[in-house]
Protein backbone atom coordinates (compact mmCIF):
# COMPACT_ATOMS: atom_id res chain seq x y z
CA UNK A 1 0.00 0.00 0.00
CA UNK A 2 1.10 3.32 -0.73
CA UNK A 3 1.52 6.78 1.56
CA UNK A 4 0.23 9.71 0.37
CA UNK A 5 0.71 12.40 3.85
CA UNK A 6 -2.82 14.25 4.06
CA UNK A 7 -0.99 17.67 4.88
CA UNK A 8 0.14 21.20 3.10
CA UNK A 9 2.73 21.00 5.50
CA UNK A 10 6.06 21.68 4.07
CA UNK A 11 7.95 20.75 7.15
CA UNK A 12 5.68 17.75 8.22
CA UNK A 13 6.60 16.41 4.82
CA UNK A 14 9.96 16.59 4.31
CA UNK A 15 10.41 15.04 7.05
CA UNK A 16 8.93 11.88 6.32
CA UNK A 17 9.81 12.10 2.60
CA UNK A 18 13.97 11.81 3.98
CA UNK A 19 12.48 8.38 5.87
CA UNK A 20 11.35 7.33 2.11
CA UNK A 21 7.79 7.31 3.43
CA UNK A 22 6.13 9.40 1.16
CA UNK A 23 4.71 8.00 -2.48
CA UNK A 24 2.76 11.56 -2.72
CA UNK A 25 0.35 14.15 -0.68
CA UNK A 26 -2.76 15.41 -0.78
CA UNK A 27 -4.71 18.63 -0.03
CA UNK A 28 -8.04 19.91 0.36
CA UNK A 29 -8.78 23.48 0.56
CA UNK A 30 -9.14 23.24 4.59
CA UNK A 31 -5.39 22.02 4.52
CA UNK A 32 -4.22 24.96 2.15
CA UNK A 33 -6.25 27.19 4.94
CA UNK A 34 -4.65 25.28 7.89
CA UNK A 35 -1.53 26.01 6.23
CA UNK A 36 -1.60 30.21 6.04
CA UNK A 37 0.24 29.74 2.30
CA UNK A 38 -0.86 30.70 -1.07
CA UNK A 39 -2.13 27.65 -3.10
CA UNK A 40 -0.58 27.72 -6.10
CA UNK A 41 3.10 28.35 -4.49
CA UNK A 42 2.40 25.60 -1.35
CA UNK A 43 1.53 23.47 -3.81
CA UNK A 44 4.30 23.89 -6.06
CA UNK A 45 6.78 23.50 -3.42
CA UNK A 46 5.20 19.84 -2.47
CA UNK A 47 5.64 18.86 -6.18
CA UNK A 48 8.96 20.05 -6.13
CA UNK A 49 10.00 17.82 -2.83
CA UNK A 50 8.12 14.81 -3.77
CA UNK A 51 8.23 12.91 -6.87
CA UNK A 52 4.82 11.00 -6.23
CA UNK A 53 1.87 12.26 -7.18
CA UNK A 54 0.12 15.76 -5.21
CA UNK A 55 -3.24 15.96 -5.13
CA UNK A 56 -4.22 19.94 -5.29
CA UNK A 57 -8.04 20.09 -5.32
CA UNK A 58 -10.50 23.22 -7.39
CA UNK A 59 -12.62 24.98 -5.78
CA UNK A 60 -15.30 25.76 -8.39
CA UNK A 61 -18.23 24.07 -8.49
CA UNK A 62 -19.80 23.59 -12.36
CA UNK A 63 -17.42 21.14 -14.79
CA UNK A 64 -16.48 24.23 -17.31
CA UNK A 65 -15.45 26.30 -14.22
CA UNK A 66 -13.72 23.07 -12.66
CA UNK A 67 -11.98 21.78 -16.16
CA UNK A 68 -10.02 25.37 -16.18
CA UNK A 69 -9.18 25.39 -12.63
CA UNK A 70 -7.76 21.73 -13.45
CA UNK A 71 -5.44 22.79 -15.89
CA UNK A 72 -4.06 25.71 -14.06
CA UNK A 73 -3.35 23.04 -11.39
CA UNK A 74 -1.84 20.40 -13.35
CA UNK A 75 0.48 23.29 -15.55
CA UNK A 76 2.18 23.48 -11.66
CA UNK A 77 4.31 20.64 -12.42
CA UNK A 78 3.68 17.09 -13.81
CA UNK A 79 2.78 15.04 -10.85
CA UNK A 80 0.12 17.11 -9.35
CA UNK A 81 -3.36 15.22 -9.30
CA UNK A 82 -6.42 17.59 -9.82
CA UNK A 83 -8.99 16.85 -7.59
CA UNK A 84 -12.40 17.35 -7.90
CA UNK A 85 -15.76 16.89 -5.88
CA UNK A 86 -17.66 13.88 -6.40
CA UNK A 87 -20.62 15.72 -7.54
CA UNK A 88 -22.25 14.99 -11.44
CA UNK A 89 -20.22 18.45 -12.49
CA UNK A 90 -17.13 16.56 -10.94
CA UNK A 91 -17.39 13.23 -12.93
CA UNK A 92 -17.42 15.51 -16.00
CA UNK A 93 -14.51 17.27 -14.93
CA UNK A 94 -13.10 14.10 -14.46
CA UNK A 95 -13.53 12.44 -17.85
CA UNK A 96 -12.05 15.75 -19.46
CA UNK A 97 -8.54 16.03 -17.46
CA UNK A 98 -8.41 12.30 -17.71
CA UNK A 99 -9.14 12.16 -21.16
CA UNK A 100 -6.52 15.17 -21.90
CA UNK A 101 -3.59 12.92 -19.86
CA UNK A 102 -3.58 14.30 -16.63
CA UNK A 103 -4.27 12.74 -13.15
CA UNK A 104 -7.87 13.19 -11.46
CA UNK A 105 -8.65 12.71 -7.76
CA UNK A 106 -12.09 12.22 -7.24
CA UNK A 107 -12.91 13.10 -3.25
CA UNK A 108 -15.83 13.33 -0.75
CA UNK A 109 -16.67 10.05 -1.86
CA UNK A 110 -18.82 7.84 0.37
CA UNK A 111 -21.06 4.86 -1.08
CA UNK A 112 -19.96 2.29 -3.61
CA UNK A 113 -21.72 3.70 -6.39
CA UNK A 114 -20.06 7.08 -6.37
CA UNK A 115 -17.17 5.13 -6.50
CA UNK A 116 -18.48 3.15 -9.54
CA UNK A 117 -19.10 6.42 -11.06
CA UNK A 118 -15.85 7.77 -10.62
CA UNK A 119 -13.79 4.38 -11.97
CA UNK A 120 -16.33 5.00 -15.51
CA UNK A 121 -15.50 8.54 -15.75
CA UNK A 122 -11.85 7.13 -15.74
CA UNK A 123 -10.59 8.60 -12.43
CA UNK A 124 -6.60 7.68 -11.57
CA UNK A 125 -7.51 7.93 -7.74
CA UNK A 126 -10.86 7.50 -5.93
CA UNK A 127 -10.72 9.45 -1.98
CA UNK A 128 -13.63 7.20 0.23
CA UNK A 129 -13.34 9.30 3.70
CA UNK A 130 -13.38 6.47 6.34
CA UNK A 131 -13.06 8.62 9.49
CA UNK A 132 -16.27 10.95 8.02
CA UNK A 133 -18.78 7.77 8.03
CA UNK A 134 -17.53 6.33 11.24
CA UNK A 135 -17.84 10.45 12.75
CA UNK A 136 -21.57 9.39 11.67
CA UNK A 137 -21.36 5.58 13.30
CA UNK A 138 -21.27 3.67 10.61
CA UNK A 139 -18.11 2.03 9.29
CA UNK A 140 -15.92 3.61 7.10
CA UNK A 141 -13.54 0.28 6.66
CA UNK A 142 -16.65 -1.66 5.12
CA UNK A 143 -16.79 0.95 2.49
CA UNK A 144 -13.27 0.38 1.09
CA UNK A 145 -13.64 -3.61 1.31
CA UNK A 146 -17.22 -2.90 -1.02
CA UNK A 147 -14.99 -0.86 -3.34
CA UNK A 148 -12.69 -2.94 -3.46
CA UNK A 149 -14.45 -5.87 -4.39
CA UNK A 150 -16.27 -4.06 -6.92
CA UNK A 151 -13.20 -2.48 -8.64
CA UNK A 152 -11.59 -6.31 -8.73
CA UNK A 153 -14.79 -7.56 -9.96
CA UNK A 154 -14.92 -6.15 -13.39
CA UNK A 155 -10.46 -5.12 -13.38
CA UNK A 156 -11.43 -0.97 -12.41
CA UNK A 157 -7.90 0.63 -12.58
CA UNK A 158 -8.82 3.54 -10.78
CA UNK A 159 -6.63 3.41 -7.39
CA UNK A 160 -8.47 3.34 -4.19
CA UNK A 161 -7.28 5.90 -1.86
CA UNK A 162 -8.46 5.87 1.38
CA UNK A 163 -8.78 8.99 3.48
CA UNK A 164 -9.81 11.11 6.38
CA UNK A 165 -7.99 8.68 7.92
CA UNK A 166 -7.96 9.42 11.71
CA UNK A 167 -6.01 6.18 13.23
CA UNK A 168 -3.07 3.89 13.05
CA UNK A 169 -5.34 1.04 13.31
CA UNK A 170 -7.24 2.56 10.12
CA UNK A 171 -3.80 2.21 8.38
CA UNK A 172 -3.29 -1.26 8.92
CA UNK A 173 -6.91 -2.18 8.87
CA UNK A 174 -6.83 -0.18 4.68
CA UNK A 175 -3.70 -2.59 3.97
CA UNK A 176 -5.01 -5.51 5.12
CA UNK A 177 -8.48 -4.95 2.53
CA UNK A 178 -5.86 -3.87 -0.30
CA UNK A 179 -6.71 -0.32 -0.36
CA UNK A 180 -4.07 0.94 -3.23
CA UNK A 181 -3.25 3.87 -1.34
CA UNK A 182 -4.22 5.59 2.27
CA UNK A 183 -3.87 9.31 2.56
CA UNK A 184 -3.31 10.10 6.37
CA UNK A 185 -2.03 13.24 8.29
CA UNK A 186 1.68 13.11 9.50
CA UNK A 187 0.79 12.17 13.17
CA UNK A 188 -1.36 9.18 12.38
CA UNK A 189 1.70 7.75 10.27
CA UNK A 190 4.29 8.51 13.17
CA UNK A 191 1.79 6.77 15.35
CA UNK A 192 2.13 3.43 13.48
CA UNK A 193 5.38 3.28 15.35
CA UNK A 194 3.91 3.02 18.54
CA UNK A 195 3.46 0.27 20.71
CA UNK A 196 3.26 0.39 24.24
CA UNK A 197 5.20 -3.39 24.37
CA UNK A 198 8.10 -1.58 22.92
CA UNK A 199 8.07 1.47 25.30
CA UNK A 200 8.00 -1.56 28.20
CA UNK A 201 10.69 -3.27 26.82
CA UNK A 202 13.11 -0.81 25.83
CA UNK A 203 12.96 0.77 29.44
CA UNK A 204 13.79 -3.04 30.45
CA UNK A 205 16.81 -2.70 27.97
CA UNK A 206 17.99 0.68 29.07
CA UNK A 207 18.05 -0.15 32.54
CA UNK A 208 19.65 -3.44 31.97
CA UNK A 209 22.31 -1.85 29.73
CA UNK A 210 23.22 0.55 32.58
CA UNK A 211 23.33 -1.84 35.61
CA UNK A 212 25.55 -3.88 33.09
CA UNK A 213 27.49 -1.08 32.03
CA UNK A 214 27.50 -2.23 28.41
CA UNK A 215 29.35 0.35 25.97
CA UNK A 216 29.38 0.05 22.70
CA UNK A 217 31.13 3.44 21.45
C1 LIG B 1 -7.83 13.76 1.59
O1 LIG B 1 -7.78 13.67 0.41
C2 LIG B 1 -9.01 14.27 2.32
O2 LIG B 1 -9.30 15.55 1.90
C3 LIG B 1 -8.78 14.19 3.80
O3 LIG B 1 -8.25 12.91 4.10
C4 LIG B 1 -10.01 14.50 4.62
O4 LIG B 1 -9.74 14.19 5.96
P1 LIG B 1 -10.67 14.72 7.16
O5 LIG B 1 -11.99 14.03 7.09
O6 LIG B 1 -9.91 14.36 8.39
O7 LIG B 1 -10.81 16.21 6.96
Redesign the pocket.
Known sequence: MKFFV?TAEIDAIAELNDLGMVDGV???P??IKKSGRDILEVTKEICDLVDGPV?A?VVALKAEDMIAEGRKLAEIAENIAV?VPLTWDGLKACKVLTDEGKMV?V?LCFSANQALLAAKAGATFI?P?I??LDDLNMDGLDLIADIREIYDNYGFETNI?A????TANHMSECAKIGADVA???PGVIKAMANHILTDKGLDQFVKDAAAAKIKIL
Do not use: M
Open positions: DTTNSLSEKNTSFGRLASIRTAP
